[in-house]
């Protein structure tokens, strides 16, 4: 009889059937399931399952708890339903036919550009600070900036746009490598195509506004001609290209004979997929780009000026993120040779301002989060400096209600600046810099502008987000984080198992506190006579590092013993080891990231390395053990890259976690210590 055969049976029944699963997998703890129909799952019933430890649903998927044994569980539940188990990407892939059609779209956005966050940011940053040595008038009577009286900081200008320009002119090159990357395609040919859309051959996308028609060049095949033009910077084109290309390998790719698919598919995807680039694609864009120049420029000349202006202010922030804001450029321009001055200029400035401060409530509601602080801090700095990129695609868009709040603030913001003719001398620096390109007369009422785009977005996005965001979008327990090992939801069951109670002299004592008993036992026989315990013995640490207090753990389910007592481990080495003489009983294959082992008397230990590493799906870990492994105290278990996990953007605190008791009794943790893997004692026990 299997282990779990009537929970399994009934599981089956309670979630609406076999024809009600579409995909299933599992991670550290939990069943992933995509239905049909979730409608149709009985969680009541499914909670009461002996083995079930608690229900949730997440971006599409349905997942029940079972805990360290998950993978028995899973493997006896799809052997008895007869459904072949997928990956975890593959589960989010059909996830996705659960969401509707603008949750897809933004879905699809968000993994095309969550690659290049950390670049959009970097370049931002940069850009920011470009624009304040060179575009912002300090000196001699506002008539020259720093860059044009210090030759150290003309250099220092021009430098740093060498990164500028890689970042934001050669963007579509990352979007279209994205989305080869995304789709599963050859991540070459995207990189490839990315580059003959901004080709130095071609006329740059910046100039195509300013240059006269019968001057920009062409390639001239007799029975037609191609305008040479370059997309710097633009998004849409970059991502209709991108996928132009994509679905021509995955054509090709099925049609062609193995046998010479290495020479036929690169060419007869590559190839039409730049014809088309330019000769559609290319096109479609900047016929799309001067419609909406055209109409901003009737909209601000018109009687319904400041009612545009609101129209405008709304919608700036999701033009910023198509690339065809600057067309804004031709029209800033025009305006300025036409009227001394541009009215539009200042309404780019809110906007900026009104998306940083979106982004601005995000890190004050994050505050505790941080995986997303090491996002919206820089994003917001940036926005102010007037780069919204990576506010809008590392942050608001992510989450939607922050970018729509920005745009609220953005509008009304925009329609007083436009009723009181605020006007800029010429275009400038955007953000709150951009107060030094309106003209003197009008600072007050621009500051007043300014205010509004800091306080409304602000405080909307913080209203809202204090009801949307959940608890592990606020405090940084991220959707399939291994950091997560047992959900909320689970709590009630594991604490009345694990439960510890302290006694009149503070030692922990209880259920919570007995498992160190037999792995302290198995351990003791290698401790320095310096970690000796005056009685049954101790565990070593898995790892080189300071030992903090489990409560300084950045994740509330460990924090806060959801899984148990334990310690936290701040690394400063990169290979896990065995803290006893114990089996290896569950380990991650693909993700690498954790490891439960299981000690003589039935205790169990968890070690976890890092907070939310599972998204890293293995990248820069290494696992040496299988499951079911006999291992010796000081044994290699683990290795990872610490810079991969810092550049993944997660904390790399390490937890160590007693899950189940076992028969020990009168843990005591040692915090406060830098301990050496496999030698410092950091749980003694009696």
Not at 26 to 45: Q, S, W
Not at 137 to 156: K, P, R
Not at 370 to 394: H, M, W
Not at 641 to 656: Q, S
Request: proline share 4%.
């Amino acid at each position: 009889m299997a282990k779990y055969e009537q929970d399994v049976q009934a599981l089956l029944r309670l979630i609406g059937g076999k024809e009600n699963i579409r995909a299933v997998s599992h991670c550290m703890t939990r069943m992933r399931f995509v239905l049909a129909d979730e409608k149709k799952a009985d969680t009541d019933g499914i909670g009461k399952l002996a083995s079930v430890k608690g229900t949730f649903t997440q971006a599409g998927q349905y997942q029940v708890i079972i805990g360290n044994d998950v993978s028995t569980f899973y493997n006896e539940f799809t052997a008895y339903a007869g459904i072949e188990g997928v990956s975890k990407d593959a589960a989010k892939q059909a996830a996705k036919t659960n969401q509707n059609v603008a949750q897809r779209i933004m879905s699809n956005l968000g993994e095309i550009f969550a690659p290049l966050i950390p670049a959009l940011i970097c370049g931002g940053l940069i850009l920011g600070f470009r624009n304040i040595i060179g575009e912002i008038y300090f000196f001699n009577g506002g008539t020259q900036s720093l860059a044009e009286i210090s030759q150290f900081w003309a250099g220092t200008y021009d430098f740093l746009w060498l990164i500028g320009e890689a970042v934001f002119h050669l963007l579509p090159v990352g979007i279209v490598w994205s989305i080869t990357k995304k789709m599963g395609t050859t991540q070459i040919l995207g990189i490839i195509l990315g580059l003959t859309l901004v080709s130095s051959q071609l006329l740059n996308g910046f100039s195509v506004a300013s240059t006269p028609a019968d001057q920009i060049p062409a390639w001239d095949f007799g029975f037609a001609k191609v305008e040479m033009i370059g997309y710097q910077g633009q998004v849409i084109a970059a991502i209709m290209a991108g996928f132009v290309l994509v679905y021509l390998e995955k054509f090709f790719r099925k049609i062609c004979p193995q046998v010479i698919s290495m020479i036929v598919v690169p060419f007869c995807s590559l190839l039409p997929a730049v014809i088309i680039a330019h000769t559609i694609v290319g096109p479609i864009g900047w016929k799309i780009g001067n419609f909406i120049a055209d109409v901003v420029y009737s909209g601000l000349t018109s009687g319904f000026g400041v009612l545009f202006a609101g129209v405008f202010g709304l919608l700036y922030a999701p033009i910023v993120m198509t690339g065809l804001h600057h067309m804004t450029n031709a029209i800033d321009s025009q305006l300025v040779s036409l009227y001394d001055g541009t009215i539009l200029w200042p309404m780019i400035a809110l906007s900026n301002i009104a998306q940083g401060s979106a982004v601005l409530a995000m890190a004050v509601l994050q505050k505790k989060n941080d995986r997303a602080k090491q996002i919206n801090i820089p994003a917001c700095i940036s926005c102010y400096l007037g780069v919204t990129e990576p506010a809008l695609f590392g942050v608001n868009l992510k989450y939607m209600f922050p970018l729509i709040c920005g745009m609220i603030g953005s509008s009304i913001a925009a329609m007083v600046s436009v009723g009181f003719g605020v006007q800029a001398v010429s275009i400038g620096v955007g953000g709150i810099p951009g107060i030094l390109s309106i003209y003197s007369q009008y600072w007050v009422i621009f500051l007043l502008c300014m205010a509004i785009a800091i306080a409304v977005p602000f405080v909307l996005t913080f209203l809202v987000g204090s009801r949307k965001l959940s608890m592990e979008e606020r405090d940084g327990e991220q959707e399939a984080s291994a950091g997560q090992v047992i959900e909320n939801a689970a709590s009630e069951n594991m604490v009345s198992e694990n439960a510890a109670s302290t006694d009149a002299s503070g030692n922990v004592s209880g259920s919570a506190a007995a498992g160190s008993s037999a792995a302290a036992d198995s351990a003791s026989a290698s401790a320095p006579a310096g970690d000796s315990t005056s009685a049954g013995g101790c565990l070593m640490s898995p790892l080189d590092g300071r030992i903090i207090p489990i409560e300084e753990i950045p994740d509330e389910v460990f924090s806060q013993r959801i899984m148990g007592d334990g310690v936290g481990i701040e690394p400063t080495g990169n290979t896990v080891c065995a803290p006893a003489d114990a089996t290896v009983g569950v380990v991650m294959a693909d993700s690498k990231h954790a490891c439960g082992l299981v000690l003589d008397n039935g205790m169990e230990i968890l070690i976890h390395v890092g907070i939310d590493t599972v998204d890293m799906n293995g990248d820069g870990f290494s696992l040496f053990v299988k499951e079911g492994d006999r291992v010796k105290t000081g044994d290699p278990l683990i290795s990872f890259t610490p810079e991969k996990i810092r550049a993944a953007g997660h904390p790399m605190t390490t937890a160590f976690l007693i899950t189940d008791n076992g028969s020990a009794s009168d843990v005591r943790f040692r915090t406060g210590q830098d301990a050496k893997a496999g030698q410092t004692a950091i749980a003694e026990f009696d």
